[in-house]
């Protein structure tokens, strides 16, 4: 077990290596040279300061030695600083990642739930009424793009409801959860539907298809054949079994969004990791879109790293590959 | 050769058989699972409706043209006297704007036609990039294995592993926006996916018997990847290929959605359905609602439709594409 944690660890540190390299090949070389100082000087810079920057952030050495400060700031926790909010881009992401972080934890909860129950049922009752709507509703909102279901509810919940009267949810923005509670889960409320009803529609299918197929295999007939209650067979020795490629997903999905929930965030303009990168882009904030780009991909190998140690623990068998 | 064309074959054999060409002047007529495929699939009422709605979209696409000259209204054409209120806000669904108009006074019908050609343009061009640039790296590591995998594994993990769109709006952003730019991103950051799925067949094909017999006559590798291991794994990249239109489209869309797709004035989806944020606080519900049920209505019909591809040449293979 210990072997196999180290090898996926050094695979993680190869991954976000190759990150740092990509970052570095984007943002340093894409833009054709003089191009990163010229931006870094702001608009109004003279030659001699925009040669001044080039200078001070090595930006007029070779690339190799360009990348290889850039790689020792970032071993050293330093991801530069903010030239848009005047701070230092640890702290723009620490302002960020808890709104990021609330969206996600309550999104990720609630379509678990709404995922695996509808996924259970359907394929406990396969072909049924209930299957169908539950199969169809999910291929509904899978194929729903985020932002219009978002938007869509903001229609309905925000403009119609003020326009007649009934102001439960906020159009946009974040109110922290220790400022005022209730404000934060009125607030969180839509988002959290959004990004959790789409979502789900992958658990739905997920769950089906996997509990489908151990629902078939002789230890359930076993189990049914020992005079075990239905209830059981299925939450006690199918669901288990069928939870695997779930947990799997799970562990990626979540990483993924913690790394910034873009388009949600976007929509009901709460300023997140996600927010936070696109209106940085928007603003040519260099420092900060590489921040959050990296942070983004440590989430992502960091549940992966997760979900393949959680999978070994589960299932002896992928130790051994 | 494993081509079994006497009798009908059971539908329970695999669709491995794959590419045999029909084989005409036998007297018990043999049905390849091509032609099985087509007929489940022919009998799929859902997947037939969904292929019904993906035609009207493309003649919207091809005649939005006409469209445009029946109603009169171009795609760029500002109507600032009878598109817009008086006070400047957009106009509703009347006979003159079928569907209304939007901030700029135009015509949302027609912008709708010619937004279907982008997204169908990029669905289809950026899929095909994607699943050629897949299957070719899929099968060369999955052939060579060895040094070779290795690294095209680790380098597709890699690129499942970034968060994509932070990536993609990056790359748009140093690149500038553009259609082509769309295209290449989508294939750049998608074809890992399909990587996978292909190298996983062919790790399983390539220790088939006639890929032994092709190597002892002395095939070359290449003949042997392209002539006798693609055909079979053909039908898993068919069907990836429908699912994977939708999710380009939706890509497309959410790229143009957050400013760093098509750039304006082309008309899109994505961008519609952005630029309605600025209005719809002023009731112009029909700027967000008509653009995303083009939208959603073409992702769900490609699903729908996807879903049946994948029942009638896959019967076997649902885990894989989830």
């Known amino acids: 077990m ?21 970052v570095f090949l984007i943002f340093f070389v894409g833009p054709g040279p003089g191009s990163v100082a010229r931006t870094l000087a702001g608009k109004q810079a003279t030659p001699q300061v925009v040669a001044e920057v080039s200078h001070r952030l090595l930006l007029d050495r070779p690339l190799w030695v360009q990348y290889g400060h850039f790689l020792w700031l970032l071993l050293h926790g330093n991801l530069g ?10 702290s723009v992401i620490a302002a960020a990642f808890p709104i990021t972080l609330s969206l996600v934890t309550g999104a990720a909860v609630l379509w678990i739930l709404m995922g695996v129950l509808s996924g259970v049922l359907s394929a406990v009752r396969a072909r049924s009424i209930m299957d169908r709507t539950f199969t169809g509703l999910a291929l509904f909102f899978y194929s729903m793009p985020t932002f219009v279901l978002g938007l869509l509810f903001l229609l309905i919940f925000y403009y119609e409801f003020t326009i007649h009267g009934i102001s439960i949810f906020p159009g946009s923005g974040y109110t922290p959860l220790t400022q005022d509670p209730l ?12 990004l959790a009803l789409v979502s789900a529609a992958t658990y739905t299918r997920l769950t089906r298809g996997s509990m489908l197929d151990v629902m078939g295999e002789d230890y359930i007939r076993t ?39 873009v388009i949600t965030e976007v929509v009901f303009g709460m300023p997140g990791l996600g927010f936070t990168a696109v209106q940085s882009i928007q603003q040519q904030d260099l420092p900060v879109i590489i921040g959050v780009v990296i942070v983004a991909s440590a989430a992502v190998v960091l549940a992966n790293i997760v979900v393949d140690a959680l999978y070994a623990v589960l299932d002896p068998r992928v130790r051994l590959h | 050769m494993s081509q079994s064309v006497v009798g009908a074959i059971p539908p329970s054999e695999p669709a491995q058989g794959g590419a045999a060409p029909l084989e005409v002047a036998r007297k018990i007529e043999g049905r390849s699972p091509w032609r099985l495929g087509a007929q489940r699939l022919a009998h799929d009422r859902a997947a037939m409706v969904s292929l019904a709605v993906i035609m009207i979209v493309v003649l919207m696409a091809i005649f939005a043209p006409v469209i445009a000259s029946v109603t009169g209204h171009g795609p760029y054409q500002q109507f600032t006297t009878i598109g817009l209120s008086p006070s400047g806000q957009p106009v509703g669904p009347n006979s003159t704007f079928l569907l209304g108009t939007d901030d700029l006074g135009r015509d949302i019908l027609v912008r709708i036609a010619y937004g279907a050609r982008i997204s169908l343009l990029v669905g289809v061009v950026a899929t095909a990039l994607t699943v050629v640039v897949g299957a070719t790296v899929g099968i060369t590591a999955g052939y060579f294995g ?38 290449i991103v989508i294939g750049l950051f998608g074809w890992a996916s399909v990587g996978r799925v292909v190298r ?30 693609l055909p079979n794994v053909i039908a898993p990249i068919i ?16 790229l143009s959605f957050l400013g760093v797709g098509i750039p304006p004035p082309t008309a899109d989806w994505g961008q519609m359905i952005s630029e309605s944020q600025s209005v719809y606080q002023y009731g112009a519900w029909w ?27 896959d019967p076997r293979g649902d885990q894989l594409f989830v």
């Open chain 1, 2 to 22: 210990a072997r196999f944690l180290v090898r996926r660890i050094l695979q993680g540190i190869l991954v976000m290596w190759l990150v740092t390299v990509s």
């Open chain 1, 81 to 90: 600083y903010s030239f848009y909010h005047g701070q230092s881009v640890n």
């Open chain 1, 183 to 194: 404000g934060w889960l009125r607030g969180m409320i839509l988002p959290w539907f959004t």
């Open chain 1, 223 to 261: 189990a049914r054949a020992k005079g075990l209650s239905e209830r059981r067979v299925i939450f006690r020795h199918s669901l288990r079994a069928a939870l695997t490629p779930v947990v799997t997903q799970y562990g990626i999905d979540v990483g993924v969004l913690l790394g910034g929930a």
């Open chain 2, 146 to 183: 060895k040094f070779t995998d290795t690294v095209l594994a680790r380098f597709m993990d890699w690129l499942l592993a970034i968060p994509f769109l932070l990536f993609a709006i990056s790359l748009v952003t140093v690149i500038g926006a553009g259609l082509a730019v769309v295209i």
């Open chain 2, 200 to 229: 996983g067949q062919v790790l399983s094909i390539k220790e088939k018997e006639y890929v032994e017999a092709a190597r002892s006559l002395g095939a070359s590798p290449w003949r042997i990847m392209f002539i006798d291991i």
């Open chain 2, 239 to 254: 069907v990836y290929t429908t699912l994977l239109i939708p999710l380009t489209i939706v890509t497309e869309a959410s």
């Open chain 2, 287 to 313: 700027f967000l609602v008509f653009p995303s049920l083009a939208l959603l209505i073409t992702t769900l019909a490609f699903n729908i439709f996807g879903d049946g591809v994948r029942d009638a040449f």
